[in-house]
């Protein structure tokens, strides 16, 4: 079956996205932001050859979804994040690598390259780490709700344990390069000067708390 890219991912909405983005951005903002961010993954993930792009969602697809987008739209599971990652999995149907939408430098090009190591000979997990401990993607051969048993789920702790597990479970894992999750406004000017041309980067400079860091990307 053709490998799938999935995107899990919770539709922002003011109160409820990039929380810790607030202040100094307001509510809205935050949301605005983390509707760029999840457009410029689904933009990124639709630009992988040969893979299927799967959005595994909470709420309502929204006018963040980027034009022409052709990918599959399914809601998530019930339950916490490991539960719905297992399902997002099983909805697959098939080897797949999972991200979230904390990401937007995510390209095309470093989705690809953990899909080609996924179906690489001697492996049967990937696993990207994020520089606040947790990991930014996970990718399966083959659907094991077992994979997130007993993961504690946003904690420094998250991508040691999450990489013991699989390898309790016998598979065996290959590490993705690390990159920085946007969780803080240091986070997000980070992230912006490293990728300029990014939708999250431009609505980034455009907010008057944008900082030099964002400022200095858009000038680069």
């Known amino acids: ?13 003011a109160g409820r996205s990039k929380t810790r983005l607030c202040p100094p ?4 903002e935050a949301a ?5 961010a999840l457009h ?3 933009e ?3 630009k992988v050859t040969d893979a299927r792009v799967l959005l595994v969602l909470e709420g309502p697809a929204g006018p963040w979804l980027p034009s022409g987008f052709r ?23 098939g ?14 090009e470093l989705l690809d390259r953990g899909l080609q190591t996924l179906a690489s000979p001697g492996v049967d997990a990937v696993l990207g780490p994020s520089a606040d401990g947790g990991y930014w993607a996970i990718g399966l051969r083959r659907a094991d709700a077992r994979a997130f048993a007993g993961v504690p789920m946003s904690t420094r702790r998250t991508g040691s344990v999450q990489l013991a597990r699989l390898r309790k479970l016998g598979l065996r894992v290959t590490e993705l390069g690390r990159l920085q999750d946007v969780d803080t406004i240091e986070d997000a000017q980070e992230v912006a000067a490293s990728s300029p041309g990014t939708r999250f980067a431009a609505l980034l400079r455009s907010l008057p708390v944008a900082g030099p860091a964002a400022a200095e990307a858009g000038a680069g």
């Open 1 to 13: 079956m053709t490998p799938a890219v999935i995107v899990l991912a919770k539709a922002p909405a």
């Open 25 to 28: 951005l307001a509510p809205a």
């Open 32 to 36: 605005e932001l983390a509707a760029a």
């Open 40 to 42: 410029d993954t689904l």
């Open 44 to 46: 990124a993930a639709g």
């Open 71 to 93: 990918g599959e739209i399914v809601r998530q599971r019930a339950g916490g994040l490991g539960d719905r990652l297992a399902g997002a999995f099983v909805t697959a149907r």
């Open 95 to 108: 080897p797949a690598l999972a991200v979230g939408m904390d990401t937007p430098q995510l390209t095309a």
